[in-house]
T-cell receptor, first 113, second 114 residues
């Protein structure tokens, strides 16, 4: 079946602009995660959704970052007033249930100029 | 607090030799442990996991890992390395109950030399 998809694959934006990143998880997966990876380095947890529960937003680096998940499926990560330090690859992952293995999307490479 | 450490930024091994990529963790309660691999310009792929049961778990591409509770380790191993195993490897831990946040290690770059 289809894996996790993310769009766009690449995004170049000017400093100060807002961007929206989209994630389509695997159908039936209740858990959805967003991570940030800089220059092939480690993964920085951003936010976690599980079913209809309140999301765990503890990893969001500032109030410029927000995310929502509509209908328990598609998720959108929004970054307002982008800064150059926001440049990174943003990865989305989903899993069948919490503590199961995660399946990752190909990522969105964000470049803020 | 949960944490996971991958003490080696890079591991070099000759093709055909056994390889080990180290991971240690700290978590209260029962750990769930995972290894993921990231090939160049590709997304992360799940390799294997330990939840409970046999301490030696086998995964994709001939990899295995051994859970050692006393040493709080979960090292990744392969008996005979291939050049195609060259990639970035991540260890991750979460708890068996309560919070479901994964904590990823900083990654270890494996380079298999022909």
């Amino acid at each position: 079946g289809a894996g996790v998809s993310q769009s766009p694959s690449n995004k170049v934006t000017e400093k100060g602009k807002d961007v929206e990143l989209r994630c389509d998880p695997i159908s039936g997966h209740t858990a959805l995660y967003w991570y940030r990876q800089s220059l092939g380095q480690g993964l920085e947890f951003l936010i976690y959704f599980q079913g209809n529960s309140a999301p765990d937003k503890s990893g969001l680096p500032s109030d410029r970052f927000s995310a929502e998940r509509t209908g328990g499926s598609v998720s959108t990560l929004t970054i307002q007033r982008t800064q150059q330090e926001d440049s990174a690859v943003y990865l989305c992952a989903s899993s069948f249930s919490p503590n199961y293995e995660q399946y990752f999307g190909p990522g969105t490479r964000l470049t803020v100029t | 607090a949960q944490s996971v450490a991958q003490p080696e930024d890079q591991v070099n091994v000759a093709e055909g030799n056994p390889l080990t990529v180290k991971c240690t963790y700290s978590v209260s309660g029962n750990p769930y442990l995972f290894w993921y691999v990231q090939y160049p310009n590709r997304g992360l792929q799940f390799l294997l996991k330990y939840i409970t049961g046999d301490n030696l778990v086998k995964g994709s591409y001939g990899f295995e890992a051994e859970f050692n509770k006393s040493q709080t380790s979960f090292h990744l191993k392969k008996p005979s390395a291939l050049v195609s195993d060259s990639a970035l490897y991540f260890c991750a831990v979460t708890r068996g109950s309560g919070t479901y946040k994964y904590i990823f290690g900083t990654g270890t770059r494996l380079k298999v030399l022909a």
